[in-house]
């Protein structure tokens, strides 16, 4: 007769939960996969680079930033680049091919994604790194900071101070977060273009697909426990923070740059539940 164990418990449950991860990443990428235009090794490498940036790159160089002087060595954080490698220039080709985009024809059809005048990608380009430093400042002071055991994690026990004093003490002690920040916001940007470029689903479904690429590979291994971050809370505190702030990220991202607008009441739909009344109005 066998006897119940607490080891053979967690080994179940660490590799259910490791399963468990495997197969949400494998749906997110096979649905960008999916839902692409493209094919053939065009779709292969531009999802290959834009996978790679958005999990390993765009995350470790904020290891880097934050945790080189806590749980990263210099040993361990080249290895933490070279890591993503597989996954995202080996398994996506891969599943390319597995599910049927290898050689299948591509869509032809006109594609405004993206395409709009150079005037437009720099406000636009401002305004997503401006929506990022909110995003990006907000979840981490109101989600993540309100946790007593992150902040100890990071050197700064005791009481949180207030929103705009924590604000001011950041900006005084680490000018440079938020110019790292806002190049972040660019490197995001930047790996979001690949999906919005290549989607042939409509704004809301490649908002979708952009929000899950920049959350959901990225955090869900935060269940995991991990020599990084050894505190459960302090990665639950991390996971809903960062795969919030990015998924709404995400969404303005495709938002903003699916196609060109026209004027702001385009940009926010306005024109469009016009034009819709006028037509309804002229059926009636």
């Excluded at 709404?248 to 196609?259: E, N, T």
Aim: aromatic share 16%.
């Amino acid at each position: 007769m066998k006897t119940f164990s607490f080891k053979s418990l967690f080994t179940w449950a660490f590799r259910f939960a490791l399963l468990y991860i495997l197969f949400i990443v494998f749906f997110v990428i096979a649905a960008m996969i999916l839902a692409s235009r493209w094919s053939g090794w065009k779709l292969a490498i531009s999802l290959a680079f834009a996978y790679y940036g958005a999990v390993t790159f765009l995350m470790q160089i904020e290891t880097w930033y934050f945790l080189s002087a806590i749980t990263v060595g210099p040993q361990l954080l080249p290895r933490l680049f070279l890591m993503g490698i597989p996954p995202a220039f080996v398994f996506i080709p891969l599943a390319v091919w597995i599910l049927g985009k290898g050689r299948a024809p591509a869509d032809a059809s006109p594609n405004p994604a993206l395409v709009m005048p150079a005037r437009q990608w720099m406000w636009k380009l401002a305004a997503i790194a401006v929506a990022y430093l909110i995003l990006y400042w907000g979840a981490g002071y109101f989600i993540a900071w309100q946790n007593p055991e992150l902040r100890a994690f990071y050197g700064q026990p005791g009481e949180a101070a207030p929103f705009l004093a924590h604000l001011a003490d950041t900006l005084r002690d680490d000018p440079m977060l938020f110019p790292f920040q806002i190049l972040r916001a660019m490197l995001w940007t930047l790996c979001a273009l690949p999906v919005i470029r290549g989607s042939r689903f409509n704004l809301w479904w490649t908002a979708l697909l952009v929000g899950l690429l920049f959350s959901v590979p990225q955090n869900i291994g935060h269940i995991l426990a991990n020599p990084l971050l050894p505190i459960a809370s302090v990665r639950l505190s991390h996971m809903i923070e960062t795969a919030s702030s990015t998924f709404l990220f995400g969404v303005i991202v495709a938002w903003l740059l699916h196609r060109e607008h026209h004027s702001i009441k385009d940009l926010f739909g306005i024109d469009l539940v016009r034009a819709l009344q006028d037509a309804e109005r002229a059926k009636a």
